[in-house]
């Protein structure tokens, strides 16, 4: 029996080295029983049967004590629970009789699992609640009651822009993947360029050999290719010197930025929009080496240069050049020292005809000579032609050089004479379309300006030359005109006074007679008869006319008042005033001093008062108006 067993751990030993571990969770249910001070614990074979190293824990202080063990997948092992002792007379579909037993017994499956919460010192199983749809997340097949925490959760990426988008998932598991542009770049320097280009292969394109070609775009040797990759991602490539395997680049194992299980390089992308990768020389981590002279004492020093050539020169330096002005003869190796007198006048240029323009030398000669014989550093030129210095430094080394100077008329620019604007009208300045630019003095920039206000306006303008015209012009406002009059009576001849504004003109129509004039301020008119006139005046100038019309009584205040057996009293008068008649006049009228009907009244009494006080001093005229007669009197109100 005991070689039985040993065996039977031999053989869990020797699973447990190569099984896949699972979770396992075990209850107990300890309501019945008194929890020993030093706690609950599991021991069994998975850990030699020890009592305090595997304690059961009441998170949530329902007395039911849990604990998860990581036990290999696919096995069997025998336990009890510990309580200060162990428990006893297990029976039931729980417990088996090997070894010393009875003891229960653990089948473990592939998966996690959940054991049933067991009572002390019992197989028997009190209600455990949990996710009874074995379609949820956290289906637990060991839940006798169904709880409501089933969770049908679909976790995925949930950003439609992302490359890994999951129609179907609920919820976001930050699983989203993004694209970012990658430039590779690969010195070919010091590499024989195969004709059939270089290539980039790799994890992000099935290692192919042909369908990733790079380019010198400039003419460095820097081969260079960007594409689109996932961002947070990591991928291994090569270079490829052509475009099949047999030509791939070889990484040293001990190469930084390769994989020294398969020599590819390795790329971590980042979470950026574009990641630019360092320029690496082919078949290493590092930039190229650059070859050339690195001895500082040498005449072909290059500080540059990372690897010495053995091309270092230590002849005779000098100036070997014999057109420069230090020329050494006996120099066989340029030092560089060569020096020339460069003189430049600039680049071939023009001016505006009412310009001036300065040349000026800033290195110092020992002598100048200019084609218009001045002997400065500097000249003035204002006209067309081509021009010329000859210059000698203290060596007597000579330098000349000519320049071409062409003269622009100015822009001839005319925005029209001085106008007159209309009050409420505007007009429009334009300039022209011929120029390159414009300017007016309100700092617009168009070709055209509308003008509604007097004063001074400017315009410059800018041609294609660069020259510059300008022109001004000096607008004035007119008003339209606005007609008014009074009048004055004395019997049928009327005077009237032009109280017009803005006017250059007038028209007078009295409607009268067929009598008309246009006399230019105040007239006097005599109207045939006693009766209502309509007296028009239009005013005139050159924004337009203006017309006022204005009916005029012309009244007759000359009747006998005997004759109509009235009288009308107190004549002057303050407040009131009385009429007392025997002719069956039926109305009265009462007119301003400008024939303005102010009050109309029946009359219905021989004796009629009336009460003027709220008139104005004055005089007023008061009409009485009968069958087929009338009476008119002036009156005055102190």
């Known amino acids: 029996m005991r070689i039985f067993f040993l065996l039977i751990f031999l053989n869990v030993f020797n699973f447990s080295l190569h099984a896949q571990n699972v979770s396992v969770t075990l209850l107990v249910d300890m309501q019945n029983q008194t929890v020993s001070t030093s706690g609950v614990f599991v021991a069994g074979t998975f850990n030699n049967w020890s009592t305090n190293t595997d304690q059961l824990i009441d998170s949530n202080g329902d007395q039911v004590y849990e604990i998860i063990l990581s036990l290999p997948s696919n096995f069997g092992y025998e336990y009890k629970f510990y309580n200060g002792n162990w428990e006893n007379n297990l029976s039931g579909s729980c417990a088996n009789n090997f070894g010393s037993g009875p003891n229960r017994w653990l089948s473990i499956g592939s998966n996690d699992q959940v054991e049933p919460a067991y009572q002390f010192g019992s197989c028997n199983v009190i209600v455990f609640y949990g996710c009874t749809d074995s379609t949820a997340n956290n289906y637990n097949p060991n839940a006798t009651n169904d709880d409501g925490s089933c969770d049908y959760t679909v976790f995925g990426c949930t950003d439609s822009l992302a490359n890994n988008y999951n129609s179907l998932a609920t919820s976001d598991d930050s699983s989203c993947i993004y694209d970012i542009l990658v430039t590779f770049n690969v010195d070919m320097k ?22 990733i070609e790079m380019f010198d775009l400039n003419g460095d040797s820097v081969f260079s290719v960007s594409i689109t990759l996932n961002q947070n991602y990591y991928y291994e490539y090569k270079f490829i010197n052509g475009n099949s395997w047999g030509s791939e680049e070889i990484l040293l194992f001990w190469q930084t930025c390769s994989n020294p299980n398969s020599g590819n390089r390795t790329l971590n992308t980042d979470s950026s929009a574009i990641q630019l990768l360092p320029i690496v020389c082919y078949e290493s981590c590092d930039v190229c080496p650059i070859y050339g002279c690195t001895d500082s004492l040498a005449i072909n020093y290059d500080t540059s240069a990372t690897v010495n050539d053995s091309s270092c020169l230590y002849n005779r330096l000098g100036c070997t050049d014999s057109l420069s002005c230090n020329f050494d003869v006996h120099a066989n190796i340029d030092d560089g020292s060569c020096y020339y007198l460069n003189l430049f006048l600039g680049n071939d240029t023009s001016i505006c005809s009412n310009s001036n323009l300065l040349i000026e030398i800033d290195s110092v000669f020992d002598s100048y000579l200019w084609s218009n014989s001045d002997t400065n550093n500097f000249t003035t030129i204002n006209s067309s032609g081509t021009y010329f210095l000859n210059v000698v430094d203290t060596n007597g080394c ?54 509604k206000t007097s004063g001074m306006f400017s315009i410059m303008v800018t041609d294609s030359n660069g020259c510059v015209g300008i022109d001004y012009i000096n607008t004035s406002l007119i008003y339209k005109p606005i007609s008014d009059f009074t009048y004055s009576i004395i019997g049928k001849d009327v005077s009237f006074i032009n109280k017009s504004t803005n006017a250059m003109s007038y028209f007078w129509d009295f409607y009268s007679d067929g009598y008309q004039t246009d006399s230019s301020l105040d007239v006097t008119h005599t109207y045939p008869n006693f009766s209502t006139y309509l007296t028009t005046l239009i005013a005139f100038n050159q924004c337009g006319s203006d017309t006022t019309i204005k009916t005029i009584n012309v009244l007759n205040t000359s009747y006998d008042s005997q004759s109509f057996k009235l009288k009308i009293y107190p004549n002057p008068f303050t407040e009131d005033i009385n009429i007392y008649q025997e002719n069956s006049f039926r109305e009265y009228n009462i007119y301003n001093s400008q024939s303005k009907l102010i009050l109309n009244k029946k009359i219905d009494e021989n004796l009629n008062n009336i009460n003027l006080s709220e008139l104005s001093s004055g005089i007023y005229y008061i009409k009485l108006l009968g069958s087929n007669k009338e009476f008119i009197s002036k009156l005055i109100k102190n």
């Open 398 to 451: 000579k330098d000349s050089d000519t320049i071409n100077i062409l003269n622009h008329p100015i822009p001839l620019i005319d925005i029209g004479n001085d106008p007159e604007i209309c009050d409420g009208d505007s007009i429009i300045l334009d300039a022209g379309n011929y120029w390159s630019s414009y300017l007016w003095s309100d700092s617009t920039i168009n070709q055209t300006l509308t003008i």
């Open 190 to 211: 010091n590499q024989v360029v195969s004709n059939n280009g270089v290539h980039l292969t790799g994890s992000f394109n099935g290692w192919s050999t042909d369908s």
